[in-house]
Nanobody
């Protein structure tokens, strides 16, 4: 089991920025990929982006491309999702997830461990 704990969600206004955190604990994550997803009510889980724990640049899906940045802090075992110019349609539960094989993948089924999610609500 890989505990992942998201934080930083909340209620914001359209146009605001928000930074979510995903704290990982329990083991070494050198070979892992950490990904961010979101799920709005009645919709499928959607890939936002991901980053390998041991290096490399992040890669992003199409949903928020250009408005999000993923970064990691290995010393704090934390991955961040910076979101800018938020829109009401960004309202969702945001999850971080870990792929234990360092795979480059946007498929939720390829991720082995998931956090509990953090709610982001964007008002118009």
């Amino acid at each position: 089991q890989v505990p992942l704990v998201e934080s930083g969600g909340g209620l914001v206004q359209a146009g605001d920025s928000l930074r979510l955190s995903c704290a990982a604990s329990g083991r070494s994550f050198n070979r892992y990929t950490l990904g961010w997803f979101r799920q709005a009510p009645g919709k499928e889980r959607e890939f936002i982006g991901a980053i390998r724990w041991n290096g490399g640049i992040p890669w992003y899906g199409d949903s928020e491309k250009g408005r999000v940045t993923i970064a990691r802090d290995n010393g704090k075992n934390t991955v961040y999702l910076q979101m800018n110019s938020l829109k009401p349609e960004d309202t969702a539960v945001y999850y971080c997830a870990a792929n234990q094989f360092g795979a480059i993948t946007s498929k939720s089924q390829d991720y082995d461990y998931w956090g509990q999610g953090t709610q982001v609500t964007v008002s118009s």
